[in-house]
Nanobody, 115 residues
Framework: QVQLLESGGGLVQPGGSLRLSCTTSRTIAGIRTMNWYRQPPEKERELVAA???????NYADFVRGRFTISKDRALRNVYLQMDSLKPEDTAIYYCNIKSPWGDSWGQGTLVTVSS
């Protein structure tokens, strides 16, 4: 399966910003959706944002207006720009790509929002 490499996680103060990146090891044919999920400590994994093949985006209520998902024209990278971060945004963030060939997942990158 294709490898997804995530980067950009780390420690940030409340109100700060962070930009997550996800890079594919090779091109993926027929991508349907590129997504970011997150799993807070001791919580279930939840969808944060999605961007579809037609460019339409969807956001969870708890990040709408603060986070922005985007992708490059070659569909080799997906990004998550996170602004106005809150302590409750602390979680492991996972990149996910859905295609006719199956789902691809990143290893997860930890985002910690704390003063």
């Amino acid at each position: 399966q294709v490898q997804l490499l995530e980067s950009g996680g780390g420690l940030v103060q409340p109100g700060g910003s962070l930009r997550l990146s996800c890079t594919t090891s090779r091109t993926i044919a027929g991508i349907r959706t590129m997504n970011w999920y997150r799993q807070p400590p001791e919580k279930e994994r939840e969808l944060v944002a999605a961007i579809y093949s037609n460019g339409i985006t969807n956001y969870a209520d708890f990040v709408r207006g603060r986070f922005t998902i985007s992708k490059d024209r070659a569909l080799r990278n997906v990004y998550l720009q996170m602004d106005s971060l809150k302590p409750e945004d602390t979680a492991i963030y996972y990149c996910n790509i859905k295609s006719p060939w199956g789902d691809s997942w990143g290893q997860g990158t930890l985002v910690t929002v704390s003063s």
